[in-house]
């Protein structure tokens, strides 16, 4: 079922692309779009060669960092189950392909090429995948059908239909029908989108699993090693850890940090670490007088009670949320908040701003009585207050907060069994 959405498109990208490429050297995302997809095939196929032949090659494409890391604990199961699985992982952003590049369990890491019929069957020909796993969303059709054509086993996971998406567009509905009938297995993180599936777009192989970030989140709790340093600095303490904070975080956070009699010791994560963003916050506190150290340059004369301590390194965040009492996510007076379920997990009350409505594990935790949700810097005063002098507040509500999380964690074993039967029969076939 690929209709006449589809086909049309395949006949209008390799237009919109040549335009694209006209126009790259007046527009930077565009001009480092095609440079670093420049040499891709060749670099591919140089690591190809080196590959020992493999009964099971799994294909997993990701737009960016978050997306694939929903995947990490589903190639984790896999791997354990079957030590001869080949793994190939794809990005389209730069962020995820550079955060990303190193993952030790994969054969290789790259940009996914352009999609046009040409670099679909280059691709499938060089990295001849048994299964492709897509991650919530990032629909390339050209590969997709390709992959379809050469007998490839389609799953999309972690799928989300979000009210008020571009799926259920008129114009654009046929088109995204015809795209996920491409899908021999569609597993959602809810029953809501199961039946949305279902219901709007008559795929009736999708089924609920739920989310396999809650499973990925669970894990790395565990591993805290790489903050074991700072603990000691802040053992006995009521912490606050600000984290993936925006400027217009920063704006409401740091006044109503210094609104409360008590103020407990600070952890700030900027969400960007480049050096002129943080010359930019250095120049910000010292203006508002507030003595800080970054944890670069962390040394014995640092004092919590006195000093924010400023996290200007970037990915380990997920950890630093483990030294905390309460946690604060920003994003939410942006664009979405960040990563809810890093601090959740730990047993934390989550705060963080208006913006959160295309994050579902954000709503569920509002939900559950784990998170609150600040529209203005009076708000952000008064829960800060409630949770630092209130103890017994705190704790319910970071109690509420870790019974979502372990109370969603399973997907990950229903996306690997029902993969591993895609893979059983795709070889029977």
Known sequence: MNGFALSFYTRLIPTLLGTAKLFSALHPKLRTFFRVRRGLFEALEQKIQKLPPS???????AASVGEFEQARPVIAALKERHSELTLFVSFFSDSGYNARQNF????AVFYLPADTRENAKRLLSLIKPDLLLLMRYDFWPNH???AKRCGVMLILAAAVLQPGSAYFNPLLKGFYQSVFHLFE?????SEQDTLAFRQIFNCQQAETAGDP?????????????????LKPLFKNRTVLVAGSV?????????????????????L????EVDPEKMAQLYRELKSQSLDFMPVSTLNETFDPERQILIIDQAGYLAELYSLASIAYVGGGFGVNVHNTLEPAVHGIPVLFGPRYHNSPEAEGLVAAGGATVIENQKELAAALKTLTTDSAQRKKIGMKAA???????GATAAIASGMERCHDERKRG
């Open 185 to 189: 297995c569609i597993y959602t993180v």
């Open 268 to 271: 700030l994560v900027p969400h």
């Open 55 to 61: 009964s099971f090659r799994l294909w997993v494409h």
């Open 104 to 107: 030790p369990d994969a054969a």
């Open 213 to 229: 970030r809650f499973d990925q989140v669970f894990l790395r709790s565990r591993n805290c090693e790489r903050v074991a340093h």
């Open 144 to 146: 997709l059908l390709e």
């Open 403 to 409: 019974e979502f999380v372990q109370g969603s964690i």
């Open 246 to 266: 925006w400027e217009k975080d920063e704006l409401l956070l740091l006044p109503a940090w210094q609104e409360l009699e008590e103020r407990p010791p600070l």
